[in-house]
């Protein structure tokens, strides 16, 4: 489906991990103990781990209940992952991390929370309620390599939306947001309505616009026109919630391995899920950039609350240092403005009026800091020299995760971003027909009305129409041709036109694709 990779080295890891140090280094020398003097934690975000910095790229999907979340991953994974559960009611009740790791298992929100080796320490604040609600699902996968997927509860919509989660719900997904690289949020081409939640999560989103990609699922399943009036009114619906300028990129398919319903618009959805294949492909890539580019939010943001913790020390009296507090909390506009024209930071650096008040009341006096010109003055090389030439590694270092990414998906041959040059289609339960031999002569005769050539042969063309007359997504029948294709010649012979047709029905009956060509059909009967 996708064209992966070029040839990497092992000297291009070693830059791609030179670079995350040199986040670590700047950060630890720089802007911690900056932080730890202001107590900047108290008022923002926690303070940066090692795992923040090594932590994959994630990509989090969001939507309301049955419009595919659950799916569209199984069919990006090409299997399922452990506890996974799909059905027309909200199955998925969980915020599920689904990462990469060599046994099978999950890991409960409590213990994962702990773990220094991931980055997910802060979501205590959340409760335990939240906790319970929380997990990583962890499997050997190409697709996972290099890369988290956050499968998250069903938006609820009508009478459920009166349901009380237990935990603030759209305060987890605004820290998600603001954490992830790519937010995939999908509708339902049969149910276009935002509900009230799902117009909360939306707005917590907000800050995160160029992360937002938008699916329009289950799209086989009206006509073409019915598919243009979708598309319209779902257009129309998130320009009133998202508000912003520029519409997001939006996706249309049927992101499963089920035969499309509406055949008439394959071409458009085959596509469609190219573009989108390739936008999460670059993922990996685009992660060092994000990184990056919040660390240098970050110290801006960690210099002006430095000014603002030292302007309140100045202000404090040697007695009623608390009646001061109030005063300087009721004023806190007009103190922004004064420290904005005295340092030349710009207005949008400094944090939210009232939410800086509220923290500041519950703040404790005693922990206020004078200035420290030095570490501020220290800051500001650091941003003017450090980083630049952190960003000058940038374009190698996003080529080489870019690579890097890809190599491993491609060798390990699985997943729906499986190199596309070998099959005709690119541009993975236990059953009777697993243990049964496969009838040759069943198949001859369809076989010889292709042409086979001389050496007995037929090519991807020739098999190409055969194969799509069953409606299967290119995603399932470059999988098959894969299974069946035995000597990986690109051609296919009787017995592997056999295996290829026998694949197809198993598909179209229902059944999960074998990881591998079973024994028994590798000596067919003649009958």
């Known amino acids: 489906m996708l064209k992966w990779m070029k040839k990497s080295n092992n000297n291009d890891a070693d830059a791609y991990t030179s670079t995350l140090d040199g986040m670590k280094k700047v950060y630890k020398k720089y802007v911690r103990p900056l ?20 932590a994959p790229p994630t990509v989090m999907l969001l939507g309301q209940y049955s419009t595919g979340k659950t799916t569209f991953i199984k069919y990006l994974l090409e299997t399922d992952y452990p506890g996974l559960r799909i059905g027309p009611e909200p199955t998925t009740d969980k915020f599920v991390a689904i990462m990469h790791g060599e046994q099978d298992q999950i890991i409960p929100g409590n213990a994962l929370v702990v773990d ?3 980055p ?24 996972l390599h290099g890369l988290t997927l956050l499968d998250t509860p069903g938006v ?43 117009q909360q999560v939306i707005t917590a989103c907000k800050g995160n616009d160029t992360k937002i990609r938008i699916i329009l699922n289950k ?21 009133k919630v998202l508000n912003t300028p520029e519409v997001a990129r939006v996706y249309i398919g049927s992101f ?58 100045n202000e404090m009296p040697m007695f009623g240092k608390e009646a001061k507090m109030k005063q300087i909390i009721a004023n806190l506009p007009k103190i922004f403005q004064q420290l904005e024209k005295e340092t030349g930071i710009p207005p949008g650096d400094f944090p939210n009026v009232e939410e800086f008040q509220d923290t500041l009341k519950n703040f404790d006096i005693t922990k206020l800091q004078k200035l420290n010109q030095g570490m501020i003055d220290a800051l500001d090389k650091m941003i003017s020299t450090e980083l630049p030439r952190l960003m000058s590694q940038v374009p190698q270092d996003q080529e080489v995760a870019h690579e890097d990414y890809l190599m491993n998906v491609r060798k390990r041959d699985g997943g729906a ?45 020739q098999a190409k129409g055969p194969m799509q007359q069953s409606k299967l997504p290119n995603a399932t029948l470059r999988r098959i041709w894969t299974l069946a294709d035995l000597d990986k010649d690109g051609k296919l012979d009787l017995l592997e036109f056999a295996i290829c047709k026998q694949l197809i029905k198993m598909k179209l009956d ?18």
């Open 417 to 461: 971003f499986f190199d596309k040059d070998i099959t005709p289609f690119g541009e993975g339960e236990k059953i009777d027909i697993l243990s049964s031999p496969l009838a040759l002569k069943q198949f001859e005769r369809e076989f010889e009305s292709l042409g086979p050539g001389g050496d007995g042969k037929i090519n991807g063309t």
């Open 116 to 118: 220094q080796k991931h």
């Open 256 to 313: 499963w391995d089920q035969p499309y319903q509406n055949d008439d618009n394959r071409r458009l959805f085959e596509a469609e899920e190219e573009d989108l294949f390739k936008d999460v492909q670059t993922v990996p890539r685009g992660s060092i950039v994000r990184k990056l580019n919040d660390l240098v939010k970050r110290c801006r943001i960690a210099k002006t609350h430095a000014y603002i913790m030292a302007h309140i020390k």
């Open 156 to 198: 609820l919509s009508g009478a459920k939306q009166r349901v009380n989660r237990g935990y603030d719900f759209t305060g987890v997904v605004k820290w998600f947001a603001d954490r992830v690289d790519m937010i995939i949020m999908l509708f339902d081409a049969h149910k276009l309505d935002i509900s009230d939640e799902f």
């Open 35 to 54: 932080e730890e003097l202001y107590r900047y934690h108290e008022f923002y975000s926690p303070l940066l781990t090692d795992s923040d910095f090594d």
């Open 120 to 143: 997910y320490k802060v979501l205590t604040r959340f409760g335990n309620n939240f906790l319970q609600r929380f997990e990583a699902a962890v499997l050997k996968n190409p697709v």
């Open 510 to 527: 229902g059944h999960d694709l074998p990881v591998e060509v079973p024994e028994v059909w590798m000596s067919p009967t003649a009958e």
């Open 219 to 239: 799209a086989d399943r009206v006509t073409n026109q019915q598919l243009m009036r979708v598309y319209g009114a779902l257009m129309w619906s998130l320009g």
